[in-house]
């Protein structure tokens, strides 16, 4: 390669556009915020500019286009010359298009389909017989894609522009730098990933444009249901714009994908980013990471560019953004902070903090405390890296597919190297549907996923022990004032031993010979896309005493336990010879009617689907079993469906597309019912943020579960509310309890979030004002609901609101400081089986939990519940051991006369009973009726923690799912997120047993005697 090929520099025969140039240098705010490689465009006289669209450059000040006029200009561009060509990827949730261009030089575009074939072998080696010398035969003949995402968050809005003169510049510039890009890669763009959010967000800026000194309202809802989260979808693959890009990014059998976000000043390549990595990667990927960030950072430096650097804080731990499409595929994932101006496209002045613009090793060069910010300046900076990027690539080419070849040979090997061999999902799981749900993820992810097609046996792993650790807290006195023996005592210290230590290394895994059955899905490790498996099917650990202090996101995702379905980690490479066939075609669970008869039942397992069934069978008499029966030679639990008033044929057809199976019974079972209706359903969201409540709009879609949309302004205007709804769902939102009453501050201007001519793309909801919040009146519509038999589901922060504004006596929130969870899984114990928010829930559930909040209960107003520094289980100081009696000196044995009767040990899940003392003045004492109702509770400290992070006790055993009465409804508390990101498919049911019982949850409950 000569050197003038590496040189940046515009080609001195080849003219530029001098109006496009003077404009690029007069939006540019300082000279060093440009580079060699974008202080000039070039001209051509048959390939139109942006300007042809813009009406002005790239990067121009108070110019924000929409997606529709970027996709018009790309394609302006692909009409214009053979070098680009566009490809619609697919829709929207909204149905608005997403689209990728593809850039490269005329021979290689002419031969993008034989280049893809190549890729194609490279990716999956074995369709060359891992034959290394094959491999080389390709690698010399064939070119890499890399793939650049822009705008996945739809306020950082500089990517599109930058995007477009990328594309052009890559499709005219003769300069030797862009010519060897263009010669020897295959730059695929797609410049708009969230592109519902994108077009709101160009709406905004017009109001804000249009509306000179007054507030703009922030972007409340990006995609059709989340906002930030949407870079969080790479696992689950709940999101339309997660499909399209890994389908695109899979078909081109990309090296790279490069997605561009706008946070950080100037430049972060976060590429590099802080440990811990990801377990699952090939270390080939991760000194990649480091080959092509730190060639960033010199590179641009060297260009004279300051606030250019890598490595920063930010873990590369979880495996859900989008750019690990390519980490967990054999690629390399690469990301860009560029500075930006939070969506506008103004010039701003900005003012850095000190932790932005100090000296560290890994920013030598770092931002300027003050600084005149402009798009252009944004622009220059995200081409400029990534045309060194797409240089760097282009010239070490041959390295990096030497690396993805090797990368997909090792991931196929590494079910005889590292491990595992595989993992079983057993064909006899008691929630096939969710089973099915897993495995259709794994669809998604491009996963192969074989059958057995017959009975096997392998080696699984043996849970190892775990020591016990109690929870601090006296053990009780005896009921005498009698000393025990010393020998009671010692029995007593061995039966609440904790277990024996394991002592064999780690690296010694205890196993057990299993049967499975025919049928059993085997997801072998011995495929291409085997890392993406391993990921999500695995247990995570973040350790304590870890260097990296704050997570960035979540640190635990088992997807299994976050499913509540079983599946076995295998080492023992011998699996890999079980008779089994690969799955071809969606997986869906069996079902249908089986036997005959004008009464069916269906066995409660928590199979999201039964209520799918409940509202698509709305003609239907459901009830609700609230005893376990057999019948038909079937076990049948709690809350199992018993059906009449359907056609045998309308239920066969509804149950085998749902995959519930449905048995025919002579005569209904002789076991307490009641009905299980289809309640009208509201979902409820504040002004403050739309973020965490859309995941519950998508699960609710998903499910086919009808509902009616509204707002907390909505309840404060409604004081009926009981007209319209059974059952108000209030997800988590931002804020504070406070500030969801009291809503955003009112001393400014009114800020509008509605369609208009000026704004047409703004949703879902709409207000003339997002200022106001619940209020006062609000709070007192939802007591009126509860009050005349409404149910209200409060969650996380808005079940603390519940607890701070009266609607849930008896409760209050536990956030212990010394706790530290950051997005973990927790395991659960089920405390009252008989609940109906419980039927079909499994015990040891693991629920996702943000950071370890509980709560505590109570009988008696002004107190507080559970196992704490003022309860009265503990003995006061003094003589003895924990469990022996005091002795006051100088006075008689106490007399077992003046004595009280020995109390129950006090749970942490429990409330202290009701003492004579507060019966005589009973005020704050709860009726028994009305006294909350703990379904669920955090398991013991030992097998609390399923997945991710946890440190610290103060979350063990505390209650998480708690119903509350008020009159003659209730209120729905979760210490947990139900219904998070499309991953916790296992809860689910918490919240919809909630919705087929809603008029029914006191069915079981014991009631205290006083």
Same mark, same amino acid.
């Given at each position: 390669?000569?050197?003038?090929?590496?040189?940046?520099?515009?080609?001195?025969?080849?003219?530029?556009?001098?109006?496009?140039?003077?404009?690029?240098?007069?939006?540019?705010?300082?000279?060093?915020? @440009?580079?060699?490689?974008?202080?000039?465009?070039?001209?051509?006289?048959?390939?139109?500019?942006?300007?042809?669209?813009?009406?002005?450059?790239?990067?121009?000040?108070?110019?924000?286009?929409?997606?529709?006029?970027?996709?018009?200009?790309?394609?302006?561009?692909?009409?214009?010359?053979?070098?680009?060509?566009?490809?619609?990827?697919?829709?929207?949730?909204? /149905?608005?298009?997403?689209?990728?261009?593809?850039?490269?030089?005329?021979?290689?575009?002419?031969?993008?389909?034989?280049?893809?074939?190549?890729?194609?072998?490279?990716?999956?080696?074995?369709?060359?017989?891992?034959?290394?010398?094959?491999?080389?035969?390709?690698?010399?003949?064939?070119?890499?894609?890399?793939?650049?995402?822009?705008?996945?968050?739809?306020?950082?809005?500089?990517?599109?522009?930058?995007?477009?003169?990328?594309?052009?510049?890559?499709?005219?510039?003769?300069?030797?730098?862009?010519?060897?890009?263009?010669?020897?890669?295959?730059?695929?763009?797609?410049?708009?990933?969230?592109?519902?959010?994108?077009?709101?967000?160009?709406?905004?800026?017009?109001?804000?444009?249009?509306?000179?000194?007054?507030?703009?309202?922030?972007?409340?809802?990006?995609?059709?249901?989340?906002?930030?989260?949407?870079?969080?979808?790479?696992?689950?693959?709940?999101?339309?714009?997660?499909?399209?890009?890994?389908?695109?990014?899979?078909?081109?059998?990309?090296?790279?994908?490069?997605?561009?976000?706008?946070?950080?000043?100037?430049?972060?390549?976060?590429?590099?980013?802080?440990?811990?990595?990801?377990?699952?990667?090939?270390?080939?990927?991760?000194?990649?990471?480091?080959?092509?960030?730190?060639?960033?950072?010199?590179?641009?430096?060297?260009?004279?560019?300051?606030?250019?650097?890598?490595?920063?804080?930010?873990?590369?731990?979880?495996?859900?953004?989008?750019?690990?499409?390519?980490?967990?595929?054999? /690629?390399?994932?690469?990301?860009?902070?560029?500075?930006?101006?939070?969506?506008?496209?103004?010039?701003?002045?900005?003012?850095?903090?000190?932790?932005?613009?100090?000296?560290?090793?890994?920013?030598?060069?770092?931002?300027?405390?003050?600084?005149?910010?402009?798009?252009?300046?944004?622009?220059?900076?995200?081409?400029?890296?990534?045309?060194?990027?797409?240089?760097?690539?282009?010239?070490?080419?041959?390295?990096?597919?030497?690396?993805?070849?090797?990368?997909?040979?090792?991931?196929? @090997?590494?079910?005889?190297?590292?491990?595992?061999?595989?993992?079983?999902?057993?064909?006899?799981?008691?929630?096939?549907?969710?089973?099915?749900?897993?495995?259709?993820?794994?669809?998604?992810?491009?996963?192969?996923?074989?059958?057995?097609?017959?009975?096997?046996?392998?080696?699984?792993?043996?849970?190892?022990?775990?020591?016990?650790?109690?929870?601090?807290?006296?053990?009780?006195?005896?009921?005498?004032?009698?000393?025990?023996?010393?020998?009671?005592?010692?029995?007593?210290?061995?039966?609440?031993?904790?277990?024996?230590?394991?002592?064999?290394?780690?690296?010694?895994?205890?196993?057990?010979?299993?049967?499975?059955?025919?049928?059993?899905?085997?997801?072998?490790?011995?495929?291409?896309?085997?890392?993406?498996?391993?990921? @999500?099917?695995?247990?995570?650990?973040?350790?304590?005493?870890?260097?990296?202090?704050?997570?960035?996101?979540?640190?635990?995702?088992?997807?299994?336990?976050?499913?509540?379905?079983?599946?076995?980690?295998?080492?023992?490479?011998?699996?890999?010879?079980?008779?089994?066939?690969? $799955?071809?075609?969606?997986?869906?669970?069996?079902?249908? $009617?089986?036997?005959?008869?004008?009464?069916?039942?269906?066995?409660?397992?928590?199979?999201?689907?039964?209520?799918?069934?409940?509202?698509?069978?709305?003609?239907?008499?459901?009830?609700?079993?609230?005893?376990?029966?057999?019948?038909?030679?079937?076990?049948?639990?709690?809350?199992?469906?018993?059906?009449?008033?359907?056609?045998?044929?309308?239920?066969?057809?509804?149950?085998?597309?749902?995959?519930?199976?449905?048995?025919?019974?002579?005569?209904?079972?002789?076991?307490?019912?009641?009905?299980?209706?289809?309640?009208?359903?509201?979902?409820?969201?504040?002004?403050?943020?739309?973020?965490?409540?859309?995941?519950?709009?998508?699960?609710?879609?998903?499910?086919?579960?009808?509902?009616?949309?509204?707002?907390?302004?909505?309840?404060?205007?409604?004081?009926?509310?009981?007209?319209?709804?059974?059952?108000?769902?209030?997800?988590? /939102? /931002?804020?504070?309890?406070?500030?969801?009453?009291?809503?955003?501050?009112?001393?400014?201007?009114?800020?509008?979030?509605?369609?208009?001519?000026?704004?047409?793309?703004?949703?879902?909801?709409?207000?003339?004002?997002?200022?106001?919040?619940?209020?006062?009146?609000?709070?007192?519509?939802?007591?009126?609901?509860?009050?005349?038999?409404?149910?209200?589901?409060?969650?996380?922060?808005?079940?603390?609101?519940?607890?701070?504004?009266?609607?849930?006596?008896?409760?209050?929130?536990?956030?212990?400081?010394?706790?530290?969870?950051?997005?973990?899984?927790?395991?659960?114990?089920?405390?009252?089986?008989?609940?109906?928010?419980?039927?079909?829930?499994?015990?040891?559930?693991?629920?996702?939990?943000?950071?370890?909040?509980?709560?505590?209960?109570?009988?008696?107003?002004?107190?507080?519940?559970?196992?704490?520094?003022?309860?009265?289980?503990?003995?006061?100081?003094?003589?003895?051991?924990?469990?022996?009696?005091?002795?006051?000196?100088?006075?008689?044995?106490?007399?077992?006369?003046?004595?009280?009767?020995?109390?129950?040990? @006090?749970?942490?899940?429990?409330?202290?009973?009701?003492?004579?003392?507060?019966?005589?003045?009973?005020?704050?004492?709860?009726?028994?009726?009305?006294?909350?109702?703990?379904?669920?509770?955090?398991?013991?400290?030992?097998?609390?923690?399923?997945?991710?992070?946890?440190?610290?006790?103060?979350?063990?055993?505390?209650? $998480?799912?708690?119903?509350?009465?008020?009159?003659?409804?209730?209120?729905?508390?979760?210490?947990?997120?139900?219904?998070?990101?499309?991953?916790?498919?296992?809860?689910?049911?918490?919240?919809?047993?909630?919705?087929?019982?809603?008029?029914?949850?006191?069915?079981?409950?014991?009631?205290?005697?006083?």
């Amino acid at each position: 390669m000569p050197p003038s090929a590496t040189r940046p520099g515009r080609n001195p025969s080849q003219p530029i556009d001098e109006e496009y140039t003077r404009k690029i240098h007069e939006y540019t705010t300082e000279p060093f915020f @440009l580079s060699p490689l974008v202080d000039y465009l070039p001209a051509s006289s048959t390939v139109p500019t942006p300007k042809t669209v813009l009406g002005d450059i790239a990067g121009a000040r108070n110019n924000l286009p929409y997606s529709k006029e970027v996709y018009a200009y790309m394609r302006m561009l692909a009409k214009a010359t053979p070098r680009v060509k566009v490809y619609s990827i697919g829709t929207s949730e909204e /149905g608005r298009e997403m689209i990728a261009v593809a850039v490269a030089s005329d021979s290689l575009m002419a031969n993008l389909e034989e280049n893809k074939a190549n890729l194609a072998k490279l990716a999956d080696p074995r369709s060359i017989g891992m034959e290394d010398a094959e491999a080389a035969r390709l690698v010399t003949g064939t070119t890499p894609v890399y793939y650049i995402t822009g705008t996945i968050h739809s306020p950082e809005s500089g990517a599109p522009t930058a995007l477009m003169e990328l594309a052009y510049r890559l499709a005219v510039d003769e300069s030797p730098y862009i010519k060897n890009i263009r010669d020897h890669l295959i730059t695929l763009i797609t410049p708009v990933v969230e592109v519902d959010g994108r077009d709101r967000e160009v709406d905004l800026f017009r109001w804000h444009m249009a509306h000179p000194g007054e507030t703009a309202p922030p972007l409340l809802y990006w995609g059709h249901y989340v906002a930030h989260d949407n870079n969080r979808d790479a696992m689950a693959m709940t999101l339309k714009l997660s499909e399209n890009v890994l389908n695109t990014y899979v078909d081109w059998k990309a090296q790279v994908l490069h997605d561009l976000h706008e946070s950080v000043p100037y430049l972060y390549d976060n590429t590099v980013g802080d440990g811990p990595y990801n377990a699952w990667l090939d270390p080939l990927l991760t000194n990649e990471w480091q080959m092509i960030g730190w060639n960033n950072v010199q590179e641009m430096t060297r260009m004279g560019m300051p606030g250019v650097f890598t490595h920063g804080n930010f873990d590369t731990w979880s495996p859900g953004y989008l750019m690990f499409m390519a980490a967990t595929h054999n /690629g390399i994932s690469r990301l860009y902070e560029t500075f930006g101006n939070g969506g506008t496209a103004e010039t701003v002045e900005r003012t850095l903090s000190p932790t932005e613009t100090s000296r560290t090793w890994y920013r030598q060069s770092p931002p300027l405390p003050k600084v005149k910010w402009s798009l252009r300046n944004n622009n220059n900076y995200e081409q400029t890296g990534l045309l060194v990027s797409l240089s760097y690539f282009a010239n070490n080419r041959q390295q990096f597919l030497e690396n993805f070849y090797e990368k997909s040979k090792r991931s196929i @090997l590494k079910a005889r190297t590292e491990g595992p061999a595989a993992y079983i999902l057993p064909a006899d799981e008691r929630r096939p549907g969710a089973q099915a749900e897993l495995l259709r993820i794994l669809q998604k992810q491009y996963v192969e996923i074989s059958r057995a097609t017959a009975p096997f046996s392998a080696l699984v792993p043996v849970p190892r022990p775990r020591p016990a650790v109690p929870l601090t807290g006296a053990a009780p006195r005896p009921a005498d004032s009698t000393r025990r023996a010393d020998s009671a005592r010692v029995a007593d210290t061995a039966r609440l031993a904790p277990p024996a230590f394991d002592t064999l290394p780690l690296s010694v895994q205890r196993t057990e010979m299993r049967q499975f059955p025919a049928g059993s899905y085997i997801i072998r490790m011995d495929q291409p896309y085997s890392r993406i498996a391993d990921a @999500l099917l695995d247990y995570q650990y973040w350790s304590p005493n870890d260097p990296q202090r704050t997570p960035y996101d979540d640190t635990g995702w088992t997807f299994p336990e976050n499913f509540a379905v079983r599946s076995l980690r295998v080492t023992d490479p011998k699996v890999l010879s079980v008779p089994m066939e690969i $799955v071809s075609g969606e997986i869906n669970a069996p079902g249908g $009617v089986i036997g005959s008869g004008t009464v069916f039942a269906i066995n409660h397992n928590a199979d999201n689907a039964l209520a799918t069934l409940r509202y698509r069978l709305k003609d239907a008499d459901f009830q609700i079993a609230e005893q376990p029966f057999e019948s038909a030679g079937e076990k049948f639990g709690r809350g199992s469906f018993i059906i009449r008033r359907v056609s045998a044929g309308d239920l066969d057809k509804a149950t085998r597309e749902l995959g519930l199976k449905a048995y025919g019974l002579a005569s209904a079972p002789s076991v307490p019912t009641h009905p299980a209706r289809a309640p009208r359903v509201a979902i409820m969201h504040t002004w403050i943020s739309t973020q965490t409540e859309g995941w519950w709009r998508q699960a609710f879609d998903f499910l086919h579960i009808p509902y009616s949309y509204i707002n907390v302004q909505d309840a404060a205007k409604d004081p009926n509310l009981n007209a319209k709804y059974d059952v108000i769902l209030f997800p988590p /939102g /931002g804020g504070s309890p406070q500030s969801i009453v009291a809503g955003l501050p009112m001393w400014r201007n009114p800020m509008p979030w509605k369609k208009t001519e000026l704004t047409p793309n703004m949703g879902i909801d709409e207000t003339d004002d997002i200022r106001p919040g619940l209020g006062w009146s609000g709070v007192n519509n939802l007591v009126t609901f509860v009050k005349n038999g409404g149910v209200l589901v409060t969650v996380e922060n808005t079940a603390e609101m519940a607890v701070t504004f009266g609607l849930a006596s008896g409760v209050s929130v536990n956030n212990p400081p010394r706790l530290h969870v950051v997005g973990s899984l927790l395991r659960t114990r089920v405390v009252d089986d008989a609940s109906p928010l419980a039927y079909g829930i499994r015990d040891s559930l693991a629920v996702y939990s943000d950071d370890g909040s509980s709560f505590s209960i109570t009988n008696v107003l002004g107190t507080r519940g559970g196992r704490f520094p003022d309860s009265t289980t503990a003995r006061p100081t003094g003589r003895g051991t924990a469990d022996e009696l005091d002795v006051p000196q100088g006075r008689v044995p106490l007399d077992p006369r003046f004595d009280v009767a020995q109390r129950r040990p @006090l749970q942490p899940w429990q409330a202290a009973p009701v003492t004579d003392e507060q019966i005589r003045n009973p005020l704050s004492v709860i009726p028994p009726a009305l006294r909350p109702r703990v379904v669920l509770r955090f398991a013991d400290q030992r097998e609390l923690l399923a997945s991710g992070l946890l440190d610290g006790n103060d979350v063990a055993q505390r209650p $998480v799912v708690v119903d509350v009465p008020l009159a003659k409804g209730h209120v729905v508390l979760f210490a947990n997120n139900p219904m998070y990101r499309g991953e916790t498919i296992g809860s689910y049911f918490l919240v919809l047993n909630t919705l087929l019982n809603f008029d029914r949850l006191d069915t079981g409950k014991k009631f205290d005697s006083r």
